[in-house]
């Protein structure tokens, strides 16, 4: 006897397909709401609590930080179904206890036993109390048997992913979590001193050039203290061979700088300039990243003491592009571990370096975006943090030549990798995160995008169609399958994948809004240029046989796009049917960052300024003439959707701040002669620039104006836990 389908309302659940329909449309819902969804539909009627919730879907051995996951799944849940929180027709919350599900519900496969029926509204067994609150049905028996065999059943199938990764997860080894900070927000970047006493970390919710602040604090439980107050873009934090600094890197333009504070606060102080990812081997000999005068942004490891003598070069990336930005020695100081980005910018597996042998460096660790490192007291194991599939989780394996093993699973994702002195426990960054689109119009705000991760990829969103549709890249789980391109109907908020399926890397859609050049992954590690109708009407094809990223129409109907050649990236161009191809400027760049709406400028980040003094952000004429320097320092330069304003970072997000835009009028000809010769200052205030207002946000979609805006709201919720290794 079981059962796999129920319709409820306008809706059908199938169990066995694990699948959510309306009218015969497919509802895009997450495991984890979907298995919720499940387990209240199947106790149509009765209370669920919260602690059956957490056993049935999370388990006891599973970590997961439980309170705000069924907060998530819930809130999908009603998005799916439209449900209003404040007047239920599907979901009720019983305030303190757990939820309700109380539309009327028909079991429509029954093997064995009739279908079950519940109407709240006319089945004589449903009693209202006064108080408003939904009472269990008093069924007779023959319904209360059938009931039962409906939970029962389709709880199985709720919880039957969870029964496979315990049993996976226990073979591997029992694990267990001791929580060390207790934030509502975020800390990662964990660092431990040498005697292992004391715990570094940023209180941020971003692992990489975070503008937050350094804190400390004594383990288990002592008092986090915040050491740093400024707005400096920080990361790779360590501690000085005594234990009485932490010293960390700044974005410092051109090149990086590793300033050190002391572990009882004071003032910070300059270490040592064109440093990142910093380290001591010895009380003066030191492990670090530096980008070689000229080289852009080409950044490689290297030992040398402070200031900067005795350099010896240990390990550059092949690509100009590729930045070494991390690197952790092992305990005999015969190799290092090397945390790196590709010639996209994006991470790549980790790297195994020799110190001192001359041995050719090799990859390592598991096949994904490696982002931290690190080493057993002995030297026998390896530690990796890396993205397999979509999720970042912890990894081991044995050195040298053992195969990756992967130490943690489950729905949240772990990121830094601090090993206790013992060496059977690591200390990592253990949370969730959500990114949602929202709409900021007139002084309010609502949310457009209701599911999956909204923004990623190379490609920001984008409005089309004078502001009525959004365009972004959303991926729904962390299966790896990638990013699907999205578009949502401003005012209605009604949204749809607009090439199901296909998984793109980067896009852009025609100014008319009528067509789509977009980028994917071959089986070859390489990349695609694809051409598409909006509409559908007829398959997308493929331009030319060459790669490329990034691309985006040009104003004579070319498409312009990045390619990688040798060792160094170009700004192309190409006719649609794949003829024409030819660089658009002769000097190598960085990466693209985006186009002007009257498709006059690319934004671009070069290896070299025209002055001669490093990397800068630039807008490239497409039709030729002089480059303009975009900002002083580093920036991402957007446009207003019909070209107007021109919109400058000049401080960054935080944690406590949404961060600040100068927003530039520069007309519908986008004359950019009203840009400072050395670009935008950081912290430039209006009157900078004549005519141009601030708007308080760093990183936005602007439309055509500066108070209309769409922008991706990242929600994280991260804490340090040490966990014990099996």
Not at 138 to 156: E, F, H, Q, S, W
Not at 465 to 486: F, V
Not at 516 to 543: F, I
Request: charged fraction near 20%; proline fraction near 7%; aromatic fraction near 8%.
């Amino acid at each position: 006897m079981s059962v796999s389908v129920f319709e409820f309302g306008a809706f059908k659940l199938d169990c066995d397909r694990f699948e959510l329909s309306r009218a015969g449309r497919s509802l895009r819902l997450e495991k984890k709401p979907m298995e919720l969804l499940i387990l209240l539909v199947a106790a149509n009627g009765h209370l669920v609590t919260r602690a059956e919730i957490i056993n049935r879907l999370w388990g006891s051995e599973v970590f997961v930080d439980t309170e705000h996951g069924i907060n998530t799944a819930i809130r999908k849940i009603r998005q799916a179904l439209g449900d209003d929180p404040e007047d239920p027709h599907f979901v009720q919350t019983v305030t303190g206890k757990g939820y309700r599900f109380i539309a009327g519900v028909e079991a429509i496969e029954l093997k064995g036993v009739e279908s079950v029926r519940s109407e709240k509204t006319s089945d004589p067994h449903f009693e209202r109390p006064s108080n408003g609150e939904l009472a269990a049905p008093v069924a007779d028996p023959r319904k209360r048997i059938a009931a039962y065999i409906t939970v029962g059943v389709c709880t199985l199938l709720a919880v039957a992913g969870i029964a496979v990764y315990r049993s996976v997860h226990l073979r591997r080894g029992e694990i267990t979590y001791t929580q060390l900070t207790n934030f509502t927000d975020s800390a990662v970047s964990p660092a431990l001193s040498p005697d292992g006493r004391m715990l570094a970390f940023i209180r941020g919710s971003d692992t990489f050039m975070s503008a937050d602040q350094i804190y400390v604090k004594v383990l288990p439980n002592g008092e986090a203290r915040r050491l740093t107050d400024d707005g400096q873009l920080k990361y790779g934090l360590s501690f000085s061979p005594d234990g009485s600094e932490v010293a960390y890197t700044i974005l410092d333009p051109p090149n990086f700088s590793t300033y050190t504070i002391s572990i009882l606060g004071g003032d910070s102080h300059l270490l040592l300039r064109n440093a990142a990812g910093l380290s001591w081997l010895d009380q003066h000999q030191l492990l670090y990243s530096e980008i070689p005068s000229g080289s852009g942004l080409h950044l490689g490891v290297v030992t040398g003491t402070a200031p900067s003598t005795g350099i010896r070069e240990i390990y550059f990336p092949a690509h100009e592009r590729g930045m070494a930005h991390y690197s952790y020695a092992s305990p005999d100081r015969h190799w290092a571990l090397v945390v790196e980005m590709d010639g996209m910018g994006a991470w790549a597996p980790c790297r195994l370096v020799s110190l001192d042998r001359g041995l050719p460096p090799r990859t390592i660790g598991p096949n994904g975006g490696c982002t931290s490192a690190g080493w057993s007291p002995d030297g026998a194991w390896m530690f990796f943090t890396a993205a397999v599939t979509g999720s970042s989780h912890l990894w081991r394996q044995r050195f040298a030549n053992g195969p990756p093993e992967q130490i943690t699973f489950g729905p949240t994702e772990e990121d830094g990798v601090a090993v206790e002195s013992t060496g059977r426990s690591l200390i990592t960054s253990v949370g969730v995160h959500e990114s949602a689109i929202w709409i900021h119009d007139a002084g309010t705000e609502r949310q457009l995008s209701s599911e999956g991760e909204a923004g990623v990829g190379w490609s920001p969103p984008a409005f089309r169609e004078s502001d009525k549709i959004l365009y972004y890249l959303l991926r729904h789980g962390p299966d790896g399958s990638g990013a699907e391109l999205w578009r949502t109907v401003v005012d209605s908020g009604k949204s749809e994948a607009v090439f199901p399926g296909v998984f793109m890397l980067g896009y852009d859609v025609s100014p008319d809004g009528k067509q789509v050049v977009y980028s994917t992954a071959a089986p070859n590690g390489k990349t695609r240029l694809w051409l598409a109708p909006v509409d559908r009407t007829s398959p997308a094809s493929r331009v030319g046989d060459m790669g490329g990223t990034s691309p985006l129409f040009g104003a004579q109907g070319q498409i312009l796009f990045q390619q990688s050649e040798g060792s160094s990236n170009y700004l192309e161009q190409v006719n649609p049917d794949g003829t024409g191809r030819s660089k658009v400027v002769p000097y190598p760049i960085i990466e693209i960052q985006g186009i002007s709406p009257g498709r006059r400028w690319v934004m671009a980040t070069v290896p070299e300024s025209p002055d001669g003094k490093g990397p800068a952000n630039m807008a490239i004429p497409v039709d030729g003439g002089p480059p303009r320097r975009m900002c002083s320092t580093y920036c991402n330069p957007v446009w207003s959707s019909n070209g107007k304003f021109l919109f400058i970072q000049v401080e960054d997000s935080s944690r406590e701040s949404p961060g600040r835009s100068l927003g530039i009028p520069v007309g519908l000809e986008e004359d950019l002669s009203v840009l400072p010769a050395e670009g935008v200052k950081p912290m430039a205030e209006a009157r900078s620039v004549p005519g141009s207002v601030s708007v308080p946000r760093a990183y936005f979609v602007p439309g055509a104006d500066p108070t209309h805006f769409a922008y991706v709201n990242t929600t994280v919720h991260r804490n340090l836990y040490r966990i014990s290794l099996p």
